[in-house]
């Protein structure tokens, strides 16, 4: 398993810790994020920002979630596939070294670990979806890495955009 993947496995944990418990978002890293990444800094910096970036952005991203999780209300969305969808939202619009897909990538695969038998199928369709959006409001700043496979995100925004044949 790769460290990032570590890093957003335990990133996910302390949102759920958090959405359980509240509490201090310090104590929560100090015991679910730091343990184990003492001696990979880039790691660990990595995870912290995801986490607290994710916490700051939770209302701009259910808002995101719940335009296109049609016929799902949101209460009745697994907590896990929310805090991923969340987690990977909050990727895609903060971190611009990160490709989309990788995000996606990441929260599929994760959901398929932790939630339920079609976590990943839903999560995917969601994320398909918000990250047309994304690209359709210019909302994605990507960079360097980042742009990897921007491409093809553009050119399915404009074919979702075109009418189809008749």
């Known amino acids: 398993m790769s460290s990032r993947r570590e890093a957003r496995e335990r990133v996910m944990k302390s949102l759920y810790a958090f959405e359980q418990g509240g509490g ?5 890293t100090r015991h679910i994020i730091r343990p184990g990444f003492e001696d990979d800094t880039a790691t660990l910096e990595f995870a912290e920002r995801l986490f607290l970036r994710c916490l700051d952005s939770e209302d701009a991203s259910d808002n995101i979630i719940t335009k296109y999780a049609e016929n799902w209300e949101f209460s009745r969305i697994a907590l896990i596939d929310r805090l991923l969808l969340r987690m990977a939202i909050c ?7 990160i ?8 929260a599929i695969e994760i959901a398929k670990k932790y939630s339920t038998e079609n976590s990943g199928k839903f999560v995917n369709g969601i994320l398909d979806a918000v990250l047309v959006h994304l690209h359709d409001e210019g ?4 960079e360097g890495r980042g742009l ?6 553009a050119k399915r925004a404009v074919s979702s955009t075109q009418d189809p044949p008749d």
């Not at 201090?24 to 929560?28: C, L, M, T």
């Not at 990727?91 to 070294?97: G, I, K, V, Y």
């Open 148 to 153: 990897v496979g921007m491409d093809s995100v």
């Open 91 to 97: 990727e895609m619009l903060s971190f611009p070294d």
């Open 99 to 106: 490709p989309p897909k990788v995000s996606i990538n990441e």
């Open 24 to 28: 201090p978002a310090e104590h929560i």
């Open 139 to 142: 909302l994605l700043k990507k």
